[in-house]
């Protein structure tokens, strides 16, 4: 903010490259010269206020002569009490302002005979045109008649570290009378020698004068710090003598104590002023800020008009179509409810903008989780409380929808199938025997009781003893260094409280696992910052949405512009939804990049005995022979994936700082799991053989099946998509079948799959840079594969259609352009043919012309078919001969 009005000069703060910029121009020798030469300087720093504007720094003359000032006085604090400031830091700028007050050039000259002045010959010389240089235009003059005294502004004392509120009683003011008859001798003796011309032509010492904020001046108050300042000068240490004996039989004045406490009251009503106005300031940003939400609100109340405004179309329509007896000549869908199409218009633009939000923004906006067409603010709820009420996942529409329509093969085989959440349906009937086996059922009384809140320590032990087996960890993990709570998404949440404070962040490649963000928000109010990952092979990358560390420095770069604190980097492998596999070389670059920026490395690794297809090898953290920072590597794992048992809750958590650790085990508490589970989950992952020999075997084989055929039936539809042999999805490139390459259009598809009853994730749901990208699970019986890639099929062969009619329709209105006159008159050729016009010649016409007239005019206000021909004929005659009345 730039504040330019007197009243704001004195509550400005300096930063310190500001503060260096100032120090920089004053500390030049002509400034100092012009300084030192002249009674009045506010000109001198009206041009350093100039030069710091054409620099970007916006201060007045006065904000800077005020710093300049202070600074002095700290500079001179410091040094007659020859000790560092307060708190024992050393003042950062004491060695520039010593090198300028310590070496001040002495300036003196002569009352008598001021063409004699030496100031004036040297701001004329070669400091002039330096001075000229740095500050002002050449235009300006410098020379100044000098004025009989030299005078120095006293600043008051403030603290480098903290405003002080006492300063520090001022030497005692005295009084002399120059040339008085009590004069010794030997001075006069002294003065006689002197030449004519000396600047001591009279026993004068220069008289510093006492400046306050407020500008009260008190002349004749002695400072031995000016004189010091003055330079050598032919005798003078001689006379400074001289006149420090007849200082010592000087008498204290009366008014003295009568001043400094006149200026002490001063300055606490000064510092009373100052404290005012910073909270004056605090309150008109609050305003401000309230003024923006309101606006804000404002706006989407004007939006919220708008959409309402549909329905009066509609009504409208509606009155035409009655009067019109042969409706079906107007070219119009047959079944078409305007009502029910403009009403539901406003509600699904206002989701398609939500989920268009701008593919490059770098940080969450819980705004674009929540429905706000919905959004109603419960007065039982704080404001915590109404944001989880309206939270909504990016895919929590369609799997609301699937559970509520499920398909079944005998009781609702038109069901929805479910190709969009990750679970592995493939070994149930193998995971349901070993889990009711006799060795599974045993109930004891610790197993009834409250555990460690950490687990229980028999199955932490098996944790452990498990992932060193699986990981090829180089030494035995510690069962003290584990961790369990029910499912990753609670030890996301957990890491995110304990890592971080609210509103700063962690750092995720983009597409990732979309329901990490909501267990990063909704207890520790953390955001995530986003380092997008694109189709393109460029650069450094061999693959598409390939991972690299200058992409990760990058996003890191520009959230820390933007005031966004990140605390640590989030890794999935493999990588949720893409399927990749990192290799040690590039784990170890990602983990060396998190330990050069201090973050901590969260790697989520439930997919680890996933991989399918032998030709792939999963490298785990754990394996690695030494962490680059292992006290900010945190490793996560869980059954729901790689044992095909998501139902069962269950996640750990391998960390060797036990800050961390304990930390989370205090909140444990809410995320425990109970103890027949934790008995279950023991013996399953203690029985390495049945694992090894029936459950991976089998489970590989049955992902490769139902993997191949998912990816045959795209090759045969010419589906582009990205072939990995890792966990059960397929990352798919539906983008040739949107009309328009926008998140709006890739909703459009995601809704028209799930209109044909298959749930598919779109590719926003795992905030994808580009729209069109889908991700289909495939670990799922083969008939209902079957059945789902058949439906899918249908719609992208409807899309298909679609859009050669639209391209067709296009070329067609392309000649008929060419033949008509440019008229606004709509033209129906038969009743089985489309429409051929201008504006208004179909039902997307329509709405894009009221969407343009609704934005242009004051036509919102009616309610009336009637007064809105009265309005706008013109409209209303386009609508008449749409609907065939003439």
């Not at 404290?275 to 940003?285: A, I, P, T």
């Not at 399953?684 to 090894?692: A, G, K, V």
């Amino acid at each position: 903010m730039d504040f330019r009005g007197k009243k704001y000069e004195r509550g400005s703060n300096w930063s310190d490259p500001e503060v260096v910029e100032l120090l920089h121009l004053w500390a030049d020798e002509s400034v100092q010269a012009e300084l030192e030469s002249c009674l009045r300087n506010q000109h001198v720093f009206n041009r350093i206020a100039e030069v710091l504007r054409d620099k970007g720094i916006h201060r007045t003359g006065d904000q800077c002569r005020e710093k300049i000032k202070k600074m002095k006085l700290e500079y001179r604090r410091i040094k007659d009490n020859n000790k560092a400031p307060r708190g024992g830091r050393t003042w950062k700028f004491y060695d520039v302002m010593d090198r300028v007050l310590a070496s001040r050039p002495s300036l003196a000259y002569n009352a008598s005979n001021s063409n004699s002045l030496m100031p004036q010959q040297v701001l004329q010389g070669s400091l002039v045109e330096n001075y000229h240089h740095h500050l002002a235009p050449s235009t300006m003059p410098f020379a100044h008649s000098q004025p009989p005294e030299l005078m120095e502004i006293k600043c008051e004392e403030v603290d480098s570290e903290e405003r002080c509120l006492t300063p520090e009683p001022p030497p005692s003011v005295t009084y002399q009378q120059v040339g008085s008859a009590e004069e010794p001798e030997i001075e006069r003796a002294f003065l006689d020698r002197s030449q004519n011309d000396s600047p001591i032509s009279r026993v004068e010492i220069p008289i510093e004068t006492s400046v306050s904020p407020s500008g009260f001046s008190e002349p004749n108050v002695a400072s031995s710090s000016r004189i010091q300042s003055l330079g050598p000068r032919p005798g003078f240490s001689t006379l400074h003598r001289l006149r420090k004996k007849r200082k010592a039989q000087r008498l204290k004045d009366p008014l003295d104590e009568l001043l400094l406490k006149t200026l002490t009251a001063q300055r606490e009503m000064e510092e009373r002023f100052l404290q005012l106005e910073e909270r004056r300031l605090q309150r008109d940003l609050e305003v401000e800020e309230r003024r923006i939400q309101l606006e804000q609100r404002r706006f989407e109340l004007e939006r919220d008009h708008e959409f309402r405004m549909f329905s009066v179309f509609a009504q409208m329509l509606s009155i035409l179509k009655q009067n019109n007896s042969s409706s079906s000549a107007s070219g119009l869908p047959q079944g078409v409810d305007f009502s029910q199409a403009f009403s539901s218009g406003g509600q699904q633009e206002t989701r398609t903008t939500q989920l268009g939000q701008p593919a490059l923004e770098k940080t969450t906006n819980i705004y674009s989780f929540c429905n706000h067409s919905d959004f109603q603010s419960s007065p039982y709820l704080s404001v915590r409380g109404n944001i989880a009420n309206i939270f909504r996942g990016s895919t929590e529409e369609g799997y609301n929808a699937y559970h509520a329509d499920k398909y079944d093969e005998d009781k609702n085989p038109n069901g929805i199938i479910n190709f969009g959440t990750s679970e592995n349906k493939l070994c149930f009937d193998l995971m349901s025997k070993r889990l009711t086996q006799s060795d599974m059922n045993v109930i004891e009384p610790p197993l009834l009781q409250y555990p460690d809140w950490k687990g229980h320590m028999f199955l932490r032990e098996e944790v452990a003893r498990f992932l060193t087996y699986y990981c090829k960890a180089p030494a035995p993990l510690k069962a003290e260094n584990v961790i369990v709570q029910n499912g990753c998404g609670s030890l996301f949440s957990a890491l995110a409280t304990v890592l971080c404070d609210p509103g700063e962040a962690f750092l995720i490649a983009t597409p990732f696992y979309g329901g990490i963000t909501q267990s990063v928000f909704l207890y520790g109010n953390v955001k995530l910052v986003y380092a997008y990952l694109d189709s393109q092979v460029s650069g450094t990358s061999t693959r598409p949405f390939q991972l690299t560390v200058d992409k990760l420095k990058k996003a890191l770069q520009d959230a820390q512009s933007e005031g966004v604190k990140v605390k640590a980097l989030i890794l999935l492998n493999p990588q949720n939804p893409l399927g990749d596999i990192y290799s040690l070389s590039e784990l170890n670059e990602y983990l060396e990049f998190a330990k050069r920026y201090e973050l901590h490395v969260i790697v989520d690794e439930i997919y680890m005995l996933s991989v399918f297809d032998d030709s792939a090898s999963f490298h785990s953290v754990l394996e690695m022979d030494r962490l680059p920072d292992p006290e900010r590597t945190h490793v996560m794992w869980g059954i729901s994936k790689d044992f095909a048992i998501s139902g069962i809750r269950f996640g750990t958590l391998y960390t060797e700082n036990q800050d961390v650790a304990n930390a989370i085990g205090s909140l444990c508490y809410f995320h425990g799991v109970c103890g027949p589970v934790q008995y279950k989950i023991a013996q399953l992952l203690q029985d390495r053989d049945w694992i090894n020999q029936v459950y991976l075997r089998a489970n590989h084989d049955r992902l490769k099946a139902a993997h191949t055929f998912v990816t045959d039936e795209l090759k045969t539809l010419g589906v582009p998509f990205l072939n990995r042999n890792a966990g059960f999805f397929v990352w798919i490139d539906f983008r040739k079948y949107l009309k328009r390459r926008t998140f709006e259009e890739e909703m459009v598809l995601w809704r028209r799959f799930l209109d044909n009853k298959i749930l598919l994730s779109c590719g926003k749901a795992f905030e994808c840079s580009e729209p069109g990208w889908f991700r289909i699970i495939f670990a799922d019986k083969m008939h209902r594969l079957q059945l789902g890639m058949q439906r899918v099929r249908e719609v992208l062969e409807e899309c298909e259609q679609e859009l050669l009619n639209e391209e067709r329709d296009q070329a067609c209105q392309s000649d008929s352009e060419g033949k008509e006159d440019s008229t606004d008159e709509v033209i129906f050729v038969s009743h089985h043919q489309e429409p051929v016009s201008a504006a208004g010649s179909n039902l997307g016409d329509l709405i894009g012309l009221l969407q343009q007239q609704m934005r242009s005019s004051d036509w919102l206000q009616k309610n009336t078919a009637e007064q809105f021909a009265q309005e706008k004929p013109e409209i209303y005659d386009v609508f008449s001969k749409l609907v065939g009345k003439q």
